[in-house]
């Protein structure tokens, strides 16, 4: 029996982490460098879960900001996403959750995850306790992550994945 293939969007605004989520995810790796996305980088990695094997593509999305639009062509086709907001800048979780909504509008309801990036820098943190329990109690599944130390990176993708085999 050959894999499912999902196509999985990673949305954000610039510089929260996505390109590097994918990168620890799918290489295991991390740089230091910060390289801006242009246009849509793909990816892909194979994962058994459960024992049902799962080819996941990975459009990791350039970051939207007041210049640069998310083009809503690249969303459509997608079994799920992982939004990206950087915990050391809480603008960037306000911004996330409003591509989240036009994400819904093209998509429709498919497997999400809200990932609270570069927990490594956990003290320098914007985001508190309370918008985190603020966001679980408002129905998002919410993981801290970081892409320099690798936390929950995996876990990330395999819940996703489960999410989408569920519906498939």
Same mark, same amino acid.
């Given at each position: 029996?050959?894999?499912?293939?999902?196509?999985?969007?990673?949305?954000?605004?610039?510089?929260?982490?996505?390109?590097?989520?994918?990168?620890?995810?799918?290489?295991?790796?991390?740089?230091?460098?910060?390289?801006?996305?242009?246009?849509?980088?793909?990816?892909?990695?194979?994962?058994?879960?459960?024992? $049902?094997? @799962?080819? &996941?593509?990975?459009? %990791? +999305?350039?970051?939207?900001? /007041?210049?640069?639009?998310?083009?809503?062509?690249? =969303?459509?086709?997608?079994?799920?996403?992982?939004?990206?907001?950087?915990?050391?800048?809480?603008?960037?979780?306000?911004?996330?959750?409003?591509?989240?909504?036009?994400?819904?509008?093209?998509?429709?309801?498919?497997? $999400?995850? @809200?990932? &609270?990036?570069?927990? %490594? +820098?956990?003290?320098?943190? /914007?985001?508190?306790?309370?918008?985190?329990?603020? =966001?679980?109690?408002?129905?998002?599944?919410?993981?801290?992550?970081?892409?320099?130390?690798?936390?929950?990176?995996?876990?990330?993708?395999?819940?996703?994945?489960?999410?989408?085999?569920?519906?498939?």
């Amino acid at each position: 029996m050959s894999p499912m293939r999902a196509k999985v969007c990673m949305l954000g605004t610039f510089a929260v982490g996505k390109t590097s989520l994918v990168q620890r995810f799918v290489k295991s790796l991390f740089s230091e460098r910060y390289q801006t996305t242009i246009g849509v980088q793909i990816d892909k990695k194979e994962l058994v879960l459960d024992g $049902r094997a @799962l080819t &996941i593509m990975l459009w %990791d +999305l350039y970051g939207e900001d /007041e210049f640069q639009k998310l083009n809503e062509s690249f =969303l459509r086709g997608a079994h799920g996403c992982l939004f990206v907001a950087d915990g050391t800048r809480a603008a960037t979780l306000a911004a996330t959750l409003e591509l989240a909504q036009r994400f819904e509008a093209v998509v429709g309801d498919v497997p $999400r995850l @809200l990932l &609270i990036n570069k927990r %490594d +820098l956990v003290e320098q943190w /914007e985001l508190g306790d309370d918008e985190l329990a603020k =966001l679980a109690a408002s129905g998002w599944d919410v993981l801290m992550t970081s892409a320099k130390t690798g936390a929950n990176v995996e876990q990330a993708f395999e819940r996703l994945g489960r999410a989408i085999l569920a519906r498939a």
